[in-house]
């Protein structure tokens, strides 16, 4: 039986590659900011699928395979992570750290987005509100 070693440098990413595609994926469309470890202006991309080992973006921006990169989610902040494949303006990252799909897909509600009736009746605060 051959030893990792042996299979060639490629074969762990190809493993983990696999493994994530078979997760499950959120299909979403959102706008995210994509920063290369080298340095560079921040890159829009679109979200189009999340899951919590990676995911799928959209830019017309090149962006280079097996880069370093750290990728700003709404509601999580900023996921550090590594490009794992390129296609024509779409590309992979897998994260270093897991992310919780549901928590980037969260709405987020403010005061000002509520009807008038909700605005006077405390409700914005939410059941568990307590007052400091």
Known sequence: MADMESRGPGWLDEKVTALS???D???LFMQATLMLREGGAPITVRVRNLSVGGMLAET???VPESA???IDLKNVGPVPGR???VGEGKFGIAFDQ???PQAVRRQVVHKSD???HLRRT???RGPFYRPR
Do not use: Q
């Open 122 to 124: 405390g409700l914005e």
């Open 21 to 23: 595609r078979g997760a």
């Open 98 to 100: 897991p992310v919780n």
């Open 114 to 116: 509520l009807p008038p």
């Open 68 to 70: 370093v990169v750290e």
């Open 83 to 85: 490009i794992v494949w």
């Open 60 to 62: 017309p921006a090149r």
């Open 25 to 27: 994926r959120d299909s």
